[in-house]
């Protein structure tokens, strides 16, 4: 046994690793984040779903098929994927990590994202991610980008280069919270801007948000980058709103 195995194993017996959602103490298994009980409380997102926007059909006999939505209004992304359902211990771990700043829940959700499986996604086709951008002010008020953490752990799982100097941010929108899909649509139109498009150009990317919500923002993103140069964009989030 070598000297750091000695010193995690000690250490684990004062601070056993804990539920970030029960705080029940997790036995024999350091790498997990929730408990047996709590893992069963999350939702995957495996159902059919619209193979552009990710709406999920819920019990769908006809398979993924696209979308009112997208068969309306086509998005400027290719496709948009998240994770997990935004609900119960999720949406709890999310709150706690972005509004509480912590960091522990931060770490384990960007984990639980990095290991889901997204059968529709070939990374190799992409060539770089881009975590959606805070506003400055909002950025110094956090503290930390929580988009840009998810997006260095989707990195450093499948070999893709991190760039949150493409795409900025540069307007302090409302908060999106209590809008429609309209609505959330105008308050964040032009609130991106490419910072150089020349390196856009003929890329595709991936971009990586914490919640998709309606869509809204992830798509004012793709309209930006596609618009500076960009090849196709795709998107994938921690979380989606159900
Ligand atoms: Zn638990
Ligand atoms: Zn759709």
């Not at 995957?44 to 309306?72: E, K, R």
Request: hydrophobic share 45%; glycine share 6%; net charge positive.
């Amino acid at each position: 046994m070598i000297l750091a195995d000695l010193f995690h194993d000690i250490s684990d017996v004062f601070f056993p690793p804990l539920c970030i959602s029960c705080a029940d103490v997790l036995p024999d298994c350091q790498d997990k984040v929730f408990c047996r009980e709590c893992l069963q409380n999350i939702h995957y997102i495996t159902q059919c779903h619209c193979p552009v926007c990710g709406a999920i059909f819920p019990d769908s006999p006809a398979g993924n098929h696209l979308c009112g939505s997208c068969l309306d209004n086509k998005p400027h992304y290719t496709f948009a994927r998240a994770a997990l359902a935004y609900e119960g211990i999720i949406l709890d771990a999310i709150h706690q990590f972005k509004y509480g700043r912590n960091i522990i829940h931060g770490a384990a959700l960007a984990g639980l994202l990095a290991d889901f499986h997204f059968p529709d996604m070939d990374w190799s086709t992409y060539d770089v991610i881009i975590p959606v951008p805070l506003h400055i002010r909002r950025l110094r008020d956090r503290g930390f980008n929580q988009a840009l953490l998810l997006a260095r752990a989707l990195g450093k799982k499948h070999g893709l280069d991190v760039d949150f100097s493409l795409l900025k941010r540069r307007k302090l929108t409302l908060t999106q919270t209590g809008l429609d899909k309209k609505e959330r649509a105008i308050n964040i139109k032009g609130a991106f801007f490419a910072a150089h498009p020349g390196r856009l150009k003929e890329k595709n990317i991936i971009l990586v948000d914490d919640v998709f919500t309606t869509g809204a923002t992830i798509n004012e993103c793709a309209k930006t980058l596609k618009k500076g140069g960009a090849n196709q964009v795709a998107a994938i989030t921690l979380a989606r709103v159900l």
